[in-house]
Every structure is written in C-alpha cells, then in structure tokens.
C-alpha cells in the first residue's frame, strides 16, 4: 500500500483526535514511514462532530488534506453520516455499532467492519479507552501499521501509570477484530 | 555529550505550533510574554509547559501591545525572547514591532495566520496579513518574515528567525499559517552541537566607552544589555548614534537608510527560495506556506500530463525575493501564485516580473487550495 488516508470521527471527548495521533505516531516515529495528521478544529473539539485525518505514505507527504479517505473510522452516527459518503468504493469502515447503531443501513461497496468499543471499554470501567479498543481492533484489520508500532505509541502518549489499562484495551479490541477477521474469511470460504 | 533539558533530540511527532517553540528553546529563547490566541495557543502552552524546566520565564501578559514590550524588555537584557500570535494580536503588537525595529532589539514574533479582518475566523487558515507583516507599523523599514511550509521548518525556521534577529538586530517575524501550526508530523531536533545558535554582537570596549548606536562602519551595532553597567541609551524618536533623539533631518536619513540597508544589502545571507523543476518550467507556480504543499502534488500532475510544470517555493518572504522572480518572470510564459487572501503576494509577483509574463492569482479563503484547482490553472493557462 503506497499512501493510505484515514479519516476518524467521532463526538468531541471521545479521544478521536489522539486516536489519529496514535496512529500517525507509530508509522512516524516506529515504522519509519511518513505520516501527516490535520484535524478539524473548533469548538466541536469540546463536544460536537469532531473528526483528525491522517496520510501515511511511504513517500513523501505533499498535499495534506484527506478528501476522499480509503478507511474511515468513526465511533458517533453523526460522523458515520457525515464522512462515509467520501470513502472510496472498496474503502474500509470501521465503526462502533453502538453508537453508530446496529441497523443503519451501511453501503455494500464498503468493506465494514463492526466493534461495539463503547461497551467494552465500560466494561473494563473505564468508558474513556474505548478509542484505544477501536486501535486494537483497527491493528487486527488494516496493515497499515504494525501492532508493536501501536503499542509503542500508546505507552508514549497516554498519561503515566494508565499503560496497562490502555494495553489491556488494545489488546481486547485487537482480539475481537483478529476474530472477526477469521469468521468473515470462514464465511467467504 | 552533556543533556541540555532545552533540546529534546531525537525524533518527535509534533505539530508545527510544538515544533516552532521547541526550535525557539534549542536556540536558546529564555523568555515568552504572550497572550493566547487560537491557532497559536499551543505555542504559548508548551512554552509555559518548558521554559520553567530549563530555567526560563514564562508570563501571560493583559494582551498583545503589552507581549511585544515585554519580549523587547527581556531583549534589551540580554535574554533571547518571543511572543507568539494570529490576527488580532498582531494588529495589537504593531506599534510596538516598530519600536523593536527603531531601538533595534532582537526578537522572534510567530504569527500563525487566520482568516481576517478582525477576529474573523479563527479555526480556519488564512494568508492575509502578509502585506501587514511587511508594512503594518507606520515609517519606513525593512522587514524579515519567514513562511514555513511543515512542522520540521517551524522548528528549524525557529532557530533561524532568531539567528536572524540577533545578526541584524531586528524582530524578525515567522508568519506560518493555520495548517502549517496544526499539523503533526515527524519534528527531528538535532544534537546540540549541530545546531547553530548565532548571539548579538557584543561591545568590545570598556563600559564607559561604549555609544550605542556607533557602527564602526558595519551595518548592525554591537549591543551591550541593560543592567550591565553600560550607557544604554535609546529611543524611539530618531537617534542618533549616542542613542539620544536628534530631530534633523540629516539624522533621519542617515538613521533610517541605515536601518533598510543593513537588511537590503544583506539579502543574499537573508533570502532563501526552493526551487522544484524549474530548469526547463514554462508554468512556474510560485507558492510559500501550506499551499506550497498543494502545488508540490499539482507540478507532478502536470509533468505527468507533459506540461513543463515547476515550483519556486518562498521560504522568505521579506525582504521579497525580487531578483529570483524577475529571472524567473523571463525564463517562464505563466507564473500562477496560490494564496489564501484576495492577493497579496500576488502584488510583489507582477512588480518584479516587469511585464515579462503573465502572473495569475488563484485567491482562495479558508482553506487550503486543492492540488487539482492549481492544476486545472496551469492546464488551462499552456493554451
């Protein structure tokens, strides 16, 4: 994969902007790949529709701006509705049912995959990691960065003494989309 | 190798408000009065974060007119001093930009430019006060104003503004823009000792023999700092060289000839240009900031498309590269000037071209100019 462009939204709080950051950390700094995060920003950074966007490329990042995303992320319906309409024909959407809700009709030239991260972030007690479980579980299906690459960048940018409730959300997101991936391949073959 | 907590070496991912104050700390800035302001607050917030670890003064003032006397004041003692702001602050800071220009003190002011007049729009990216950093203060004056293009330039641009400052003894300005200030990317510092940290000259004679203003045939006065026993002298009423004000109009054209030449001729040390495929470019975009990148991706499409297509990028922009664009102007049909402001650069452009092509402004508000708006110009221009 030359350039890839993710877009991530969500509600303000959600952490999605750090997500972004996570991401384009570890192809930065422990990939050694390019990356180039921007993000929208107002004052729905305190609450609204808030989404980051990020490149990363194996070459070099001219253009920074992601008009028309090949994996979408998004963790609110509002951003679903929002962004998904600029994703690619054969783009990837990663989303959490939850809260973009079960039966929303999702387009069939999409590969979607789901992940009801908000629960299970509440189920660890902490409803705050629910973005770090949506990175374990976008570990298990993109290939755009490596899973060692991630954790690398979670321990360096969460806050001191939070490390292994964090890895331990990446983990279970991981999992789950590491099984998710397996039952779509059975079903396919 | 001895740790210097001031530079953080190493790789980091960084947006370009991080990058540009820790590329003032590697320099060696001591000292930030500033009054935040969106999109430049991150500049104000690291730096309240990191001055006091590496034994520094941080202080909010009660706005912007009060920030640039401050940082003058820490200036003039000694300490390499900045303030960071958008728009309304840089309106507010004007005044007293001149006084740093008449009195000559070294200083860095970063403006990370919004969407104007007023307060405007102030999460959105804007170029319109790039006129304003060359003539915003009234009098005549010289200016030096650098435009980075990522987060790795607003650190090094950093270090080279105050570098600049303290050589030619002015404020010197980084006017960045929002995307520019926004983005995160990949922010190398260097090993100390490979980053050059250039300090004002400094009095060679006794303390009572210094004159303040007294070049000795240079451009740029030695500068001893307040507080340490020397007779420091200064004003903004035109001077003259024992810095007391003499209102003759020989001591102003003296003074102020003085103060444009030290920056004019010294232009070659001063004014840097990047330069992408322009050996044989027919259609040369001339582009400085964030929508420089965006001509970076338009240039490859259009060589793709067999149109001799190049890229001069301005990473000064004051003094105004005028010999750059005239050769330029001869050698190109077309030259197309992106900018987010209703043409302001565009201006300088058709100046120094003299005639000698056709100059397009491709004017754009708020946001940053698609690769394809660029191209679609430079295709529709080569009929």
């Not at chain 1, 997101?173 to 059975?186: A, H, I, N, P, W």
């Not at chain 2, 104000?44 to 003064?57: H, N």
């Amino acid at each position: 994969m030359g350039q890839t462009e993710i877009k991530l939204g969500g509600f303000g709080g959600q952490g999605i902007i750090l997500a972004g950051y996570i991401i384009g950390k570890a192809a930065a700094l422990y990939d050694k790949k390019n990356a180039t995060l921007t993000q929208s920003y107002g004052p729905e950074s305190r609450g609204g529709a808030c989404s980051a966007k990020l490149i990363v490329s194996d070459e070099e990042i001219d253009y920074p701006e992601v008009l028309y995303p090949n994996v979408l992320i998004v963790m609110s319906k509002e951003a679903y509705l929002k962004f998904s309409p600029a994703l690619i024909e054969n783009g990837s959407l990663l989303y959490d049912d939850d809260m973009v809700e079960n039966n929303i009709e999702i387009d069939k030239s999409v590969r979607a995959y789901a992940i009801p991260a908000t629960r299970m972030a509440e189920d660890l007690g902490k409803k705050i990691v629910a973005n770090i479980i949506m990175l374990g579980f976008f570990a298990a299906i993109m290939a755009v960065v490596t899973k060692r690459s991630l954790e690398e960048a979670i321990k360096t940018s969460i806050p001191k003494g939070s490390e292994e409730l964090n890895l331990m959300a990446f983990q279970k997101g991981f999992e789950y989309g590491r099984k998710l991936v397996k039952l779509q391949s059975d079903v396919k073959s | 190798m001895s740790h210097d907590p001031a530079i953080r070496t190493g790789e980091h991912f960084l947006n370009g408000d991080e990058a540009c104050a820790e590329g003032a700390l590697a320099c060696g800035c001591r000292f930030f009065a500033g009054y935040p302001i969106t999109p430049a607050t991150e500049i104000a917030e690291t730096m309240s974060r990191r001055l006091p670890e590496v034994g520094g003064v941080y202080i909010q003032m009660e706005d912007e007119l009060a920030s640039m006397n401050a940082i003058l004041g820490a200036s003039s003692a000694g300490v390499k001093a900045m303030t960071s702001t958008s728009g309304p602050g840089f309106s507010l800071m004007m005044e007293n930009i001149g006084l740093g220009i008449m009195m000559e003190i070294p200083c860095v002011v970063v403006n990370i430019q919004r969407g104007g007049p007023s307060t405007g729009l102030p999460t959105m990216v804007g170029q319109q006060d790039m006129m304003q950093a060359r003539w915003g203060s009234h009098g005549d004056y010289e200016m030096i104003a650098l435009c980075p293009w990522s987060p790795q330039e607003m650190f090094d641009f950093a270090i080279r503004a105050f570098n600049l400052s303290e050589k030619y003894r002015i404020p010197v300005l980084i006017m960045a823009d929002e995307v520019v200030g926004h983005m995160t990317e990949k922010v190398v510092i260097p090993p100390k000792e490979e980053i050059i940290r250039l300090y004002r000259k400094k009095p060679q004679v006794p303390s009572n023999e210094y004159i303040m203003y007294e070049t000795n045939g240079s451009l740029v006065p030695p500068m001893a700092n307040a507080g340490d026993g020397y007779k420091v002298i200064t004003t903004g009423l035109t001077h003259n060289e024992q810095g007391y004000p003499d209102m003759t109009a020989e001591a102003h054209e003296k003074l102020i000839t003085r103060l444009c030449n030290k920056i004019l001729l010294n232009k070659a040390d001063i004014v840097e240009v990047e330069e992408r495929e322009l050996s044989d470019a027919e259609v040369v975009v001339v582009a400085y900031g964030s929508p420089a990148r965006s001509a970076v991706l338009a240039i490859k499409k259009a060589r793709e498309q067999g149109i001799k297509a190049g890229l001069l990028r301005l990473r000064t922009v004051w003094p105004f590269p005028e010999a750059e664009i005239l050769k330029l102007a001869k050698q190109a049909k077309t030259i197309i000037v992106p900018e987010i402001n209703k043409g302001q650069i565009v201006r300088e452009i058709e100046r120094c071209a003299k005639g000698n092509c056709e100059v397009i402004l491709i004017s754009k508000l708020a946001l940053i100019h698609t690769p394809d708006e660029i191209l679609e110009v430079i295709k529709n221009r080569r009929l």
